[in-house]
């Protein structure tokens, strides 16, 4: 008998590596002059205390003789949906309001980034001499273009960044987050919408999604990366049978114990929310709000101070799902170098910070991207050193 636990994964130094270039200490965290902050990727590790409180809450057995068939639901369109986890998704859509889904199918996948393979995959058409072309706009997500070159597919190709794209063929957009799509002659275009931060802890909630092919997933809702859970809301069932069949070759479905434990917690967030749950608790959206509103502000005090670096005005817009305007909280901070800085990874790397550079997402190489989703002492180291810049750069 297996038992899930709601906390995630904390060990405490989890992002740091050795650095032989970097000589900055912080009263907060032991032995850092050597070491190297882990910046760039999305481990959304920020929310782990708010788990650990509610770890009872969250507890999931398994006993040794559950879940050992491939299916789950023979007579739904993804035959490996549970139906605790397929209920639990309606419920949190119906609680935030952020999604469309009557009448759609749910695809469950191995995180979204199995989700937008399966999606390129029912999208593209085995008929056609040329592969389709993918394109987003830039910034992009970097895995969108690893992923397509990683695979070498015959269906499909990488065309670039969607502002630029002018070719008359066929083509696949990826859209992230609450924007439009980019590329103006839409007659041979297909969209997929990429919605993993549209959730109200990172951006004001205005309306319901309403799209033909919506990706989400579960790391970014909740914070639970490590589980590798993600969904896809589909219009056509045509495109939902073709997505399925993608899962089936690739992974014979998702696993059962992530999708239970996912259904597990995001029943918990709606407990919260509808006087199900403990009371005095802070509900998890609100938490999550909060925390980043606290950390970006801290964040722009810092930038404020430093002759290096910029990063872009956000956004305002009232939120449905608070009832309250408020700025967008990215789960990243999109840095610029000035100052005759030409490569801001490299920069920020001689610092001791790893953040994922510009080039990889379709910018410019005086961009980075910085998590601000790491654990607290992370991010309070992160804010010495790019104050130390200040004093280094002048």
């Known amino acids: 008998m297996v038992t899930l636990q709601g906390e995630a994964s904390d060990p405490a130094n989890q992002n740091w590596l050795p650095c032989s270039n970097?000589?900055?200490?912080?009263?907060?965290?032991?032995?850092?002059?050597?070491?190297?902050?882990?910046?760039?990727?999305?481990?959304?590790?920020?929310?782990?205390?708010?788990?650990?409180?509610?770890?009872?809450?969250?507890?999931?057995?398994?006993?040794?003789?559950?879940?050992?068939?491939?299916?789950?639901?023979?007579?739904?369109?993804c035959q490996y949906l549970l139906p605790e986890l397929g209920d639990a998704i309606k419920r949190i859509?119906?609680?935030?309001?952020?999604?469309?889904?009557?009448?759609?199918?749910?695809?469950?996948?191995?995180?979204?980034?199995?989700?937008?393979h399966a999606a390129w995959f029912?999208?593209?058409?085995?008929?056609?001499?040329?592969?389709?072309?993918?394109?987003?706009?830039?910034?992009?997500y970097s895995l969108y273009l690893d992923g397509v070159k990683a695979l070498r597919s015959g269906l499909y190709q990488?065309?670039?960044?969607?502002?630029?794209?002018?070719?008359?063929?066929?083509?696949?957009?990826?859209?992230?987050?609450?924007?439009n799509p980019v590329v103006r002659s839409a007659s041979q275009g297909k969209l997929i919408h990429d919605l993993a931060y549209y959730w109200p802890q990172y951006t004001p909630i205005t309306?319901?999604?309403?799209?033909?092919?919506?990706?989400?997933?579960?790391?970014?809702?909740?914070?639970?990366?490590?589980?590798?859970?993600?969904?896809?809301?589909?219009?056509?069932?045509?495109?939902?049978?073709?997505?399925v069949h993608f899962i089936q070759v690739s992974t014979i479905g998702v696993s059962k114990e992530s999708q239970i434990r996912a259904a597990k917690i995001l029943g918990v967030v709606c407990d919260s929310y509808q006087s199900l749950g403990p009371k005095g608790s802070e509900h998890f959206f609100d938490y999550g709000k909060r925390l980043l509103r606290e950390r970006w502000h801290r964040m722009r005090q810092v930038i404020g101070q430093c002759e290096v670096f910029t990063v872009a005005k956000p956004s305002s817009a009232y939120c449905n799902f608070t009832k309250e305007?408020?700025?967008?909280?990215?789960?990243?901070?999109?840095?610029?170098?000035?100052?005759?800085?030409?490569?801001?990874?490299?920069?920020?790397?001689?610092?001791?910070?790893?953040?994922?550079?510009?080039?990889?997402?379709?910018?410019?190489?005086?961009?980075?991207?910085?998590?601000?989703?790491?654990?607290?002492?992370?991010?309070?180291?992160?804010?010495?050193?790019?104050?130390?810049?200040?004093?280094?750069?002048?």
């Not at 696949?172 to 924007?179: A, K």
Request: aromatic residues 10%.
């Open 207 to 243: 309306h319901h999604a309403d799209h033909d092919l919506m990706l989400f997933t579960f790391s970014k809702c909740t914070g639970h990366a490590g589980s590798r859970i993600g969904w896809a809301i589909v219009k056509d069932i045509e495109v939902a049978k073709k997505m």
């Open 122 to 140: 029912a999208l593209s058409s085995s008929d056609s001499v040329r592969p389709i072309n993918i394109v987003s706009a830039a910034p992009f």
């Open 325 to 394: 305007s408020f700025e967008t909280n990215s789960a990243f901070a999109w840095v610029k170098c000035v100052g005759g800085i030409e490569d801001c990874g490299t920069y920020l790397k001689n610092l001791g910070i790893l953040a994922r550079p510009g080039r990889l997402f379709g910018v410019g190489p005086e961009f980075a991207r910085i998590s601000m989703l790491s654990t607290n002492d992370e991010f309070d180291e992160l804010l010495t050193r790019l104050l130390n810049a200040r004093r280094e750069y002048n």
């Open 158 to 179: 990488w065309a670039g960044d969607a502002a630029t794209y002018d070719k008359d063929e066929p083509y696949i957009e990826m859209v992230t987050s609450q924007n």
């Open 22 to 77: 970097v000589t900055i200490t912080n009263p907060l965290i032991t032995d850092s002059s050597n070491l190297i902050l882990r910046l760039e990727m999305g481990d959304p590790k920020l929310f782990v205390p708010y788990w650990k409180m509610m770890s009872d809450k969250c507890s999931v057995v398994i006993e040794g003789w559950k879940f050992m068939s491939h299916e789950s639901d023979a007579s739904n369109v």
């Open 93 to 116: 859509h119906s609680l935030v309001h952020n999604a469309a889904i009557q009448d759609k199918h749910i695809i469950v996948g191995t995180g979204s980034t199995q989700l937008f």
